[in-house]
Structure formats: C-alpha cells, structure tokens
T-cell receptor, first 114, second 117 residues
Framework: GNSVTQMEGPVTLSEEAFLTINCTYTATGYPSLFWYVQYPGEGLQLLLKATKADDKGSNKGFEATYRKETTSFHLEKGSVQVSDSAVYFCALTEGTSGTYKYIFGTGTRLKVLA | GAVVSQHPSWVICKSGTSVKIECRSLDFQATTMFWYRQFPKQSLMLMATSNEGSKATYEQGVEKDKFLINHASLTLSTLTVTSAHPEDSSFYIC?????????????FGPGTRLTVT
C-alpha cells in the first residue's frame, strides 16, 4: 500500500540555520504531495504542495520538489526563525475528485532556538 | 481562505458515556469530510470518510458501531464516540475538500481533544 516516511525528530536548530526535513513515499500511481504544519494547540495548515513530478511547491520561504525518480519530497528552508517551531507532516493523496484520501508521515518536530 | 471548525475543542467525559464532535465547513460546501485521530506525538490516522446523504466509509480496523458518523448537510458532519473508554482518549481532527475545486487539497479543522476518565 501507499506510505510516507519522514525523518524522525525532534530537529533542533539555531535561528537562521538551514533546514531540511526528509520525506520519501511509496505509491502505486501518481500521487499529489503535501507538507502540512501544525503549530502548538492548533490544527493542520497547508504549507505547500506539488501535484506532479518536478513541480516545486513553495511558501513562506519553504520549498519542496516532487522527485519521482527518488520518490522524495524533502522540505527545505534557507533560514529558519523561532516562529517556524512546529510539527511538520509530509502527506500524499491519491484518488479521483471526491475520493481523495490522505496518508500522513509520522511528523517531524522542529524547534528553533533564538 | 476556507475554514473548517470543530466543536467542542476539548471535552472530558466519563467512561461509558457518549460524546458528539461536530465538524463544520464555514464558507464552503463539502459532500465528503474525513475524520482522523492523532495520538500524542504520532501521525494522523484516517478513521472514516463521511459522505453527505449516504453511509460513512470506515477504514479497516475502525469499529463503525463505536464511532458513529452522520453527514447531515453539505456543511456539517458529526462523529459520536459511543460508550467511550480511556483508550478512546485522543485528538480527533476532521478535514474537508471544497466542493467547488474538485482537487486533492483539503482544509483541516483545529481538532477536538477527547479525554475519557
């Protein structure tokens, strides 16, 4: 079946450091890929997405490229801030309109120190 | 942007009682909504797909008689945890794809934390 594997956390970085959170997936078809962020006490918010191979999703300084050859969708940010501290989830969906289901990775907790 | 709300945000109940959680799409319609549960420091696990006007579809291993789902309208789905036990304590999250887009993107509610004592 389909699955998503994320690097285990927590990841602790100093402010302005470079961030990479690895995500790889297994899928039988051509999934859409997502990164969601969950701030403490809040629900999931869409951070970025990519719907086909070689697409790059970007938002708020975060980027991820859909790599079909390596089945990866690694999240990167050049300079993290304290406010980026949260849990980051990689996810995929497959299906047709109205039947999409999400499969989430285990989440990676990021802590950014001032 | 699209907003999904959940009510209550947290609830404590005694073992053996039932608890109802509401999921509402505030500014869009959704024929399908999804219910997840999230254990501490773990990922979201899909429990069931709520379908407006028809029965919910449950994932393997989820007891349909314990987790009753009703999709009463295009903006409301409810999850009732019946005869709750401490092991049902969890964070329950719903999501909904906007009817107008037809794409894979979904909007998530803020979650409901259930504690069964």
């Amino acid at each position: 079946g389909n699955s998503v594997t994320q690097m285990e956390g927590p990841v602790t970085l100093s402010e302005e450091a470079f961030l990479t959170i690895n995500c790889t997936y297994t899928a039988t078809g051509y999934p859409s890929l997502f990164w969601y962020v969950q701030y403490p006490g809040e629900g999931l918010q869409l951070l970025l997405k990519a719907t086909k191979a070689d697409d790059k999703g970007s938002n708020k300084g975060f980027e991820a490229t859909y790599r079909k050859e390596t089945t990866s969708f690694h999240l990167e940010k050049g300079s993290v801030q304290v406010s980026d501290s949260a849990v980051y989830f990689c996810a995929l969906t497959e299906g047709t309109s109205g039947t999409y289901k999400y499969i989430f990775g285990t989440g990676t907790r990021l802590k950014v120190l001032a | 942007g699209a907003v999904v709300s959940q009510h209550p945000s947290w609830v404590i109940c005694k073992s053996g009682t039932s608890v109802k959680i509401e999921c509402r799409s505030l500014d869009f319609q959704a024929t399908t909504m999804f219910w997840y549960r999230q254990f501490p420091k773990q990922s979201l696990m899909l429990m069931a797909t709520s379908n407006e006007g028809s029965k919910a579809t449950y994932e393997q291993g989820v007891e349909k008689d314990k987790f009753l789902i009703n999709h009463a309208s295009l903006t409301l789905s409810t999850l009732t945890v019946t005869s709750a036990h401490p092991e049902d304590s969890s964070f329950y999250i719903c999501s909904a794809p906007p009817l107008r887009t037809g794409g894979p993107e979904q909007y998530f509610g803020p979650g409901t934390r259930l504690t069964v004592t």
